[in-house]
């Protein structure tokens, strides 16, 4: 970051930004999880990370996310929001609520999977309808299957904040395939 003045605006000194803060992201082998999911359906392997049998993927610690409820075609999940996830002009980065609506569409078309099949985005549209800030408290995401698939599914997403409002809502397509043994 450039500290150059700009011309006729005041530039502010490191010092008067007070304590640096920080926040420790800890995580277990993501290959633990694969291996555990690839000898389980999707339903199956989502209700065992969600029950602590198989540790939680790492993006799931640095959002600060977790599994609340599983069910065939529909999960839910609960995210923590602090300032540790604010953009330049204060609020929550809008690629948080993103990679929320990409994880629930995701896992609900998992659910709908059987042993050795996966499945990866192909199309996001994500539609932000309120700004999110650590006075929202913590957001619910919640995803459906609209379509499942063999080739090709179709999910939908929206996150809740804490009152209930809905922040954003999203639409997903997703390829299916088979997973290499």
């Not at 993927?57 to 409820?69: G, H, K, R, S």
């Not at 998992?110 to 800030?133: F, N």
């Not at 996150?159 to 088979?178: C, E, I, K, M, N």
Request: overall charge neutral; aromatic content about 4%.
């Amino acid at each position: 970051m450039s500290t150059d003045a700009v011309p006729g605006s005041p530039v502010a000194a490191p010092g008067s930004w007070g304590e640096p803060r920080t926040r420790t992201v800890r995580w277990h082998d993501p290959m633990v999880t694969a291996a555990g999911g690839r000898e389980r359906s999707g339903l199956e392997a989502l209700r065992a990370v969600r029950d602590g049998l198989l540790p939680p993927p790492p993006i799931a610690a640095l959002v600060q996310m977790d599994v609340a409820v599983v069910e065939e075609g529909r999960v839910e999940f609960r995210c923590a929001v602090d300032e540790s996830v604010y953009n330049p002009i204060g609020v929550v980065h809008g690629g948080l609520v993103c990679t929320l609506l990409d994880s629930v569409a995701g896992c609900a078309v998992h659910t709908t999977l059987p042993h050795g099949v996966g499945y990866t985005s192909i199309e996001l549209k994500v539609t932000y309808l309120r700004a999110v800030t650590q006075a929202s408290g913590p957001l619910t995401a919640v995803g459906r299957v609209v379509k499942p698939g063999r080739r090709v599914a179709f999910a939908e997403g929206e996150v809740l904040d804490a009152a209930g409002r809905q922040v954003a809502t999203a639409s997903s397509s997703l390829l299916v395939f088979p997973l290499p043994a």
